[in-house]
T-cell receptor, first 114, second 114 residues
Framework: DAKTTQPPSMDCAEGRAANLPCNHSTISGNEYVYWYRQIHSQGPQYIIHGLKNNETNEMASLIITEDRKSSTLILPHATLRDTAVYYCIVRVALSSSNTGKLIFGQGTTLQVKP | DGGITQSPKYLFRKEGQNVTLSCEQNLNHDAMYWYRQDPGQGLRLIYYSQIVNDFQKGDIAEGYSVSREKKESFPLTVTSAQKNPTAFYLC?????????????FGPGTRLTVT
Protein backbone atom coordinates (compact mmCIF):
# COMPACT_ATOMS: atom_id res chain seq x y z
CA ASP A 1 0.00 0.00 0.00
CA ALA A 2 1.13 3.54 -0.67
CA LYS A 3 2.42 5.54 2.25
CA THR A 4 1.04 8.81 3.49
CA THR A 5 2.64 11.85 5.09
CA GLN A 6 0.82 14.00 7.59
CA PRO A 7 1.95 16.79 9.91
CA PRO A 8 2.36 15.43 13.45
CA SER A 9 0.17 18.06 15.08
CA MET A 10 -2.15 20.98 14.40
CA ASP A 11 -4.20 23.43 16.41
CA CYS A 12 -7.58 24.83 15.51
CA ALA A 13 -9.85 27.36 17.20
CA GLU A 14 -13.27 26.12 18.22
CA GLY A 15 -15.89 27.01 15.62
CA ARG A 16 -13.37 27.47 12.85
CA ALA A 17 -12.71 25.07 9.99
CA ALA A 18 -9.96 22.53 10.53
CA ASN A 19 -8.03 21.65 7.36
CA LEU A 20 -5.88 18.54 7.71
CA PRO A 21 -3.48 17.85 4.83
CA CYS A 22 -2.17 14.51 3.64
CA ASN A 23 0.41 13.68 0.98
CA HIS A 24 0.20 10.39 -0.88
CA SER A 25 2.43 10.98 -3.86
CA THR A 26 2.83 7.28 -4.71
CA ILE A 27 -0.86 6.44 -4.72
CA SER A 28 -1.98 3.98 -7.37
CA GLY A 29 -4.99 4.37 -9.61
CA ASN A 30 -7.00 1.76 -7.74
CA GLU A 31 -6.25 3.03 -4.24
CA TYR A 32 -8.79 4.90 -2.18
CA VAL A 33 -8.06 7.64 0.35
CA TYR A 34 -9.60 6.99 3.78
CA TRP A 35 -9.73 9.19 6.83
CA TYR A 36 -10.22 7.89 10.35
CA ARG A 37 -9.84 9.51 13.73
CA GLN A 38 -9.09 8.07 17.13
CA ILE A 39 -10.00 9.70 20.37
CA HIS A 40 -7.83 8.59 23.24
CA SER A 41 -8.43 4.99 24.35
CA GLN A 42 -11.26 4.44 21.86
CA GLY A 43 -11.52 2.53 18.60
CA PRO A 44 -10.83 4.44 15.37
CA GLN A 45 -13.88 6.13 13.89
CA TYR A 46 -14.45 6.16 10.15
CA ILE A 47 -14.87 9.67 8.77
CA ILE A 48 -14.89 9.63 4.99
CA HIS A 49 -13.23 8.11 1.94
CA GLY A 50 -12.90 8.82 -1.76
CA LEU A 51 -11.25 7.69 -4.96
CA LYS A 52 -11.08 10.67 -7.31
CA ASN A 53 -13.92 13.05 -6.66
CA ASN A 54 -14.39 15.30 -3.68
CA GLU A 55 -16.71 13.85 -1.06
CA THR A 56 -18.87 15.32 1.66
CA ASN A 57 -20.85 13.74 4.45
CA GLU A 58 -22.32 14.84 7.74
CA MET A 59 -18.95 14.80 9.44
CA ALA A 60 -16.49 16.26 6.97
CA SER A 61 -15.44 17.04 3.42
CA LEU A 62 -12.62 15.37 1.53
CA ILE A 63 -10.83 17.31 -1.17
CA ILE A 64 -8.58 15.23 -3.45
CA THR A 65 -6.26 17.01 -5.87
CA GLU A 66 -6.64 16.30 -9.55
CA ASP A 67 -3.37 14.34 -9.67
CA ARG A 68 -4.50 12.47 -6.52
CA LYS A 69 -1.13 13.00 -4.87
CA SER A 70 -2.57 14.84 -1.91
CA SER A 71 -5.83 15.41 -0.10
CA THR A 72 -7.33 17.59 2.61
CA LEU A 73 -9.85 16.66 5.24
CA ILE A 74 -12.05 19.57 6.24
CA LEU A 75 -14.01 19.72 9.48
CA PRO A 76 -16.19 22.76 8.75
CA HIS A 77 -16.89 23.88 12.34
CA ALA A 78 -14.49 22.23 14.75
CA THR A 79 -15.64 21.54 18.29
CA LEU A 80 -13.70 20.50 21.37
CA ARG A 81 -14.95 16.94 20.80
CA ASP A 82 -13.07 16.87 17.50
CA THR A 83 -9.77 16.77 19.38
CA ALA A 84 -8.25 13.46 18.27
CA VAL A 85 -5.56 11.81 16.17
CA TYR A 86 -6.55 11.88 12.50
CA TYR A 87 -5.25 9.19 10.18
CA CYS A 88 -5.03 9.43 6.41
CA ILE A 89 -4.78 5.99 4.79
CA VAL A 90 -4.61 4.81 1.20
CA ARG A 91 -5.78 1.32 0.36
CA VAL A 92 -6.93 -0.77 -2.55
CA ALA A 93 -10.50 -1.98 -2.59
CA LEU A 94 -11.02 -5.17 -0.62
CA SER A 95 -10.84 -8.23 -2.87
CA SER A 96 -10.13 -11.92 -2.71
CA SER A 97 -6.44 -11.20 -3.37
CA ASN A 98 -5.80 -8.74 -0.57
CA THR A 99 -6.46 -8.49 3.12
CA GLY A 100 -8.21 -5.15 3.06
CA LYS A 101 -6.13 -4.19 6.04
CA LEU A 102 -5.73 -0.56 6.95
CA ILE A 103 -2.20 0.66 7.57
CA PHE A 104 -2.31 3.37 10.19
CA GLY A 105 0.69 5.71 10.35
CA GLN A 106 1.35 8.24 13.08
CA GLY A 107 -1.47 10.56 12.03
CA THR A 108 -2.05 14.20 12.92
CA THR A 109 -2.97 15.13 16.46
CA LEU A 110 -5.58 17.86 16.15
CA GLN A 111 -6.06 20.01 19.21
CA VAL A 112 -9.21 22.14 19.12
CA LYS A 113 -8.88 25.07 21.50
CA PRO A 114 -11.62 27.21 23.04
CA ASP B 1 -28.49 0.15 17.26
CA GLY B 2 -26.17 -1.45 14.74
CA GLY B 3 -22.52 -1.71 15.57
CA ILE B 4 -19.58 -3.66 16.86
CA THR B 5 -19.24 -4.66 20.48
CA GLN B 6 -16.14 -5.84 22.24
CA SER B 7 -16.01 -7.17 25.74
CA PRO B 8 -14.68 -6.66 28.24
CA LYS B 9 -13.25 -3.14 27.98
CA TYR B 10 -10.43 -3.95 30.40
CA LEU B 11 -8.97 -7.41 31.00
CA PHE B 12 -6.25 -8.53 33.36
CA ARG B 13 -4.53 -11.90 33.20
CA LYS B 14 -1.57 -13.67 34.68
CA GLU B 15 1.28 -14.65 32.44
CA GLY B 16 0.88 -18.16 31.04
CA GLN B 17 -2.91 -18.03 30.80
CA ASN B 18 -4.85 -18.06 27.57
CA VAL B 19 -7.51 -15.37 27.25
CA THR B 20 -10.32 -14.91 24.72
CA LEU B 21 -11.52 -11.49 23.57
CA SER B 22 -15.03 -11.17 22.27
CA CYS B 23 -16.11 -9.33 19.11
CA GLU B 24 -19.71 -9.25 17.87
CA GLN B 25 -21.25 -7.24 15.04
CA ASN B 26 -24.86 -6.84 13.90
CA LEU B 27 -24.03 -4.92 10.72
CA ASN B 28 -24.36 -7.99 8.51
CA HIS B 29 -20.75 -7.50 7.43
CA ASP B 30 -18.91 -10.35 5.77
CA ALA B 31 -15.36 -9.33 6.67
CA MET B 32 -13.97 -9.02 10.18
CA TYR B 33 -10.53 -8.04 11.46
CA TRP B 34 -8.42 -8.04 14.59
CA TYR B 35 -5.79 -5.36 15.11
CA ARG B 36 -3.39 -4.68 17.91
CA GLN B 37 -2.28 -1.20 18.99
CA ASP B 38 0.68 -0.48 21.24
CA PRO B 39 1.20 2.90 22.95
CA GLY B 40 1.99 5.67 20.47
CA GLN B 41 1.84 3.23 17.57
CA GLY B 42 -0.44 2.58 14.65
CA LEU B 43 -2.57 -0.54 14.26
CA ARG B 44 -1.17 -3.89 13.19
CA LEU B 45 -3.28 -6.66 11.67
CA ILE B 46 -3.42 -9.94 13.60
CA TYR B 47 -6.06 -11.99 11.75
CA TYR B 48 -8.85 -11.36 9.31
CA SER B 49 -11.84 -13.25 7.97
CA GLN B 50 -13.64 -12.51 4.73
CA ILE B 51 -16.34 -15.13 5.18
CA VAL B 52 -17.75 -17.55 7.73
CA ASN B 53 -15.56 -20.59 8.44
CA ASP B 54 -12.56 -18.99 6.80
CA PHE B 55 -9.82 -16.79 8.22
CA GLN B 56 -6.28 -15.77 7.33
CA LYS B 57 -3.20 -14.69 9.24
CA GLY B 58 -2.31 -11.04 9.26
CA ASP B 59 1.10 -9.51 9.89
CA ILE B 60 1.52 -10.55 13.54
CA ALA B 61 -0.51 -13.78 13.99
CA GLU B 62 2.02 -15.68 16.10
CA GLY B 63 0.65 -16.43 19.55
CA TYR B 64 -2.95 -15.72 18.55
CA SER B 65 -5.84 -17.85 17.29
CA VAL B 66 -9.32 -17.05 15.99
CA SER B 67 -12.51 -18.75 14.89
CA ARG B 68 -15.37 -17.64 12.63
CA GLU B 69 -18.24 -20.05 13.21
CA LYS B 70 -20.89 -17.36 12.87
CA LYS B 71 -21.05 -14.31 10.65
CA GLU B 72 -21.65 -12.08 13.66
CA SER B 73 -18.79 -13.29 15.84
CA PHE B 74 -14.99 -13.33 15.53
CA PRO B 75 -13.37 -14.14 18.90
CA LEU B 76 -9.62 -13.76 19.38
CA THR B 77 -7.64 -15.98 21.74
CA VAL B 78 -4.37 -14.63 23.07
CA THR B 79 -2.33 -17.69 23.95
CA SER B 80 0.54 -18.09 26.37
CA ALA B 81 2.82 -18.27 23.33
CA GLN B 82 2.33 -14.55 22.65
CA LYS B 83 5.45 -12.95 24.08
CA ASN B 84 4.13 -9.43 24.59
CA PRO B 85 0.36 -9.71 24.96
CA THR B 86 -0.25 -6.45 26.83
CA ALA B 87 -1.86 -4.11 24.29
CA PHE B 88 -5.06 -2.47 23.09
CA TYR B 89 -6.99 -4.90 20.86
CA LEU B 90 -9.39 -3.61 18.23
CA CYS B 91 -11.93 -5.54 16.21
CA UNK B 92 -13.32 -4.19 12.94
CA UNK B 93 -15.73 -5.27 10.25
CA UNK B 94 -16.66 -4.28 6.73
CA UNK B 95 -18.80 -5.33 3.82
CA UNK B 96 -17.33 -7.97 1.56
CA UNK B 97 -15.48 -7.99 -1.65
CA UNK B 98 -16.70 -4.98 -3.56
CA UNK B 99 -15.56 -1.44 -3.95
CA UNK B 100 -13.92 0.84 -1.45
CA UNK B 101 -15.59 -0.27 1.72
CA UNK B 102 -14.91 1.36 5.03
CA UNK B 103 -14.11 -0.59 8.17
CA UNK B 104 -16.00 0.06 11.37
CA PHE B 105 -14.21 -0.46 14.66
CA GLY B 106 -15.36 -1.61 18.05
CA PRO B 107 -14.46 0.25 21.26
CA GLY B 108 -11.47 -2.00 21.95
CA THR B 109 -10.29 -4.24 24.77
CA ARG B 110 -7.26 -3.22 26.80
CA LEU B 111 -5.45 -6.38 27.89
CA THR B 112 -2.87 -6.31 30.65
CA VAL B 113 -0.83 -9.41 31.38
CA THR B 114 1.38 -9.49 34.45
Amino acid sequence: DAKTTQPPSMDCAEGRAANLPCNHSTISGNEYVYWYRQIHSQGPQYIIHGLKNNETNEMASLIITEDRKSSTLILPHATLRDTAVYYCIVRVALSSSNTGKLIFGQGTTLQVKP
Amino acid sequence: DGGITQSPKYLFRKEGQNVTLSCEQNLNHDAMYWYRQDPGQGLRLIYYSQIVNDFQKGDIAEGYSVSREKKESFPLTVTSAQKNPTAFYLCASSHGLAGGREQYFGPGTRLTVT
